[in-house]
């Protein structure tokens, strides 16, 4: 069983629409959660950060972390075009294992005009 | 600030033939990271450097691939000899300890395909 796991779609909705992505994992440890987002042919890069449990939102994007059911999500409201890409979780433990990133298969999400 | 740079962005080979892979992280970071990345298995870390030491490189698959980086600002992932599994898009990223969220920043990437 890997330690993160995402559906990887893909996933096809039309402009405006409200999009959820989900992530589930296995490590207890993990405290730091992130979202990443790849263009086609190009490199992640990070989108959304949060420390433990709760909630952050950032413009169209929220981020949600249940710690109690290994359970995060990336909410992205108005969904645009410009939002076609894969949707990349990524998460760490403290501590020592400070570089070490676990990402999850990405998904990936197509907005249609 | 140029971001992390990779090269080549696409590599051809032939099985058997050794790969070198180039990275030159974000000056003044202290991270730096390589990763495979294929459609099956998703992004996998390979290995990481902090001030130039490798920490972890737990993920390297085998005895055919190999890391190093010599000073701050480069760094080489080797494949020798090279087989077609091995065909997937390799990242470098770097990072800043203690900057936000330890954010990593990627490279371009490089697409080795080996026949």
């Known amino acids: 069983q890997k330690e993160v796991e995402q559906d990887p779609g893909p996933l096809s909705v039309p402009e405006g629409a409200i999009v959820s992505l989900n992530c589930t994992y296995s490590?207890?440890?993990?405290?730091?959660f992130m979202w990443y987002r790849q263009y086609s042919r190009k490199g992640p890069e990070l989108l959304m950060y949060t420390y433990s449990s709760g909630n952050k939102e950032d413009g169209r994007f929220t981020a949600q972390v249940d710690k109690s059911s290994k359970y995060i999500s990336l909410f992205i409201r108005d969904s645009q075009p410009s939002d076609s890409a894969t949707y990349l979780c990524?998460?760490?433990?403290?501590?020592?294992?400070?570089?070490?990133?676990?990402f999850g298969q990405g998904t990936i999400l197509t907005v249609h005009p | 600030d140029a971001g992390v740079i990779q090269s080549p962005r696409h590599e051809v080979t032939e099985m058997g033939q050794e790969v070198t892979l180039r990275c030159k992280p974000i000056?003044?970071?202290?991270?730096l990271f390589w990763y495979r990345q294929t459609m099956m298995r998703g992004l996998e870390l390979l290995i990481y450097f902090n001030n130039n030491v490798p920490i972890d490189d737990s993920g390297m698959p085998e005895d055919r691939f190999s890391a190093k980086m010599p000073n701050a600002s480069f760094s080489t992932l080797k494949i020798q000899p090279s087989e077609p599994r091995d065909s997937a898009v390799y990242f470098c990223?770097?990072?800043?300890?203690?900057?936000?969220?330890?954010?990593?920043?990627f490279g371009p990437g490089t697409r080795l395909t080996v026949l």
């Open positions: 990524a998460m760490r433990a403290g501590g020592t294992s400070y570089g070490k990133l676990t």
């Open positions: 990223a770097s990072s800043l300890a203690g900057g936000l969220a330890n954010t990593q920043y």
């Open positions: 000056s003044g970071h202290d991270y």
């Open positions: 490590n207890s440890a993990f405290q730091y």
